[in-house]
């Protein structure tokens, strides 16, 4: 299935200063930035047909994967002054470079890429800053099993803050942690049919349009999910995924664990 990437936004929280004009998905994590690892995670599956739709910062992107070093990530023999790999990331994906808009919102965004789903009757969208170690495969055909036009990935709330249930008169009755809370919030990882672009106008939005209106027609599928989720939202968000890098937990890695024995 096609995979395709939102990653045009510019990403504000992000950014360290005025002069920062790197997009949200190149932030490094270990040796690569995030939209490597996103586009690993989907490959390790055999999904390796990507659609980037570019906007801010679309330049470094692009100059990322023109310029790709697969020496930096994989091992490999230096024979005459020549590298020979010894086994490579990216050489059976296939990327297809959009430039989608500086502003437009992620509903736009895909439908400026429609065409080059070649009429895929499904295909699968990432926002391109999520790491998770969801099962796709089990979420994918959990979709295919319905009739739905979208299904959600959805995670329990991340906040850490806690609601309070108090009377008229100010007393505490109860303190509820949000993430304790039956609710959940979208994980940025979809599986779509071609119906989705029938609900998101010009200029539309993603969620609030295209799965807004599915869901008001009992046609979006929620996917919960309470394994490994983090979002890349803010510079400590980032870091702190950077620093689990450092230190060897990667669940979002599954390229990288050993692949079990049938024997």
């Known amino acids: 299935m096609k995979v395709v990437l939102f990653c045009g936004g510019y990403g504000m929280r992000m950014r360290n200063g005025a002069a920062d004009d790197v997009p949200k998905p190149m932030a490094m994590v270990g040796p690569r930035p995030l939209i490597w690892h996103v586009m690993r995670y989907y490959a390790h599956f055999g999904h390796t047909e990507f659609i980037l739709c570019l906007g801010y910062g679309a330049a470094h992107i692009k100059n990322f994967f023109l310029n790709y070093q697969e020496t930096i990530s994989n091992d490999f023999v230096l024979r005459g002054g020549k590298a020979e790999l010894l086994s490579t990331d990216i050489a059976d994906w296939t990327i297809t470079f959009v430039q989608t808009g500086i502003e437009s919102p992620i509903g736009e965004r895909l439908r400026r890429v429609r065409d080059y789903l070649d009429g895929d009757e499904m295909f699968l969208a990432n926002y391109a800053d999520v790491l998770s170690d969801v099962p796709l495969p089990d979420m994918i055909e959990r979709f295919s099993n319905t009739d739905a036009g979208a299904s959600m990935m959805v995670v329990p709330p991340q906040s850490s803050f806690h609601c309070v249930e108090m009377n008229e008169g100010g007393m505490v009755g109860s303190i509820t942690a949000v993430s304790e809370m039956p609710l959940w919030e979208n994980g940025g ?46 510079v400590k968000e980032r870091a702190a995924l950077d620093d689990a890098y450092t230190h060897g937990k990667k669940p979002w890695a599954l390229w990288e664990r050993p692949v079990a024995s049938t024997a």
């Open 189 to 234: 990882y979809f599986v779509l049919r071609q119906e989705v672009f029938d609900h998101i106008p010009e200029n539309g939005d993603l969620v609030a349009d295209g799965c807004g209106e599915l869901a008001k027609r009992g046609r979006l599928l929620a996917y919960p999910y309470r394994g490994f989720w983090k979002p890349t939202d803010t």
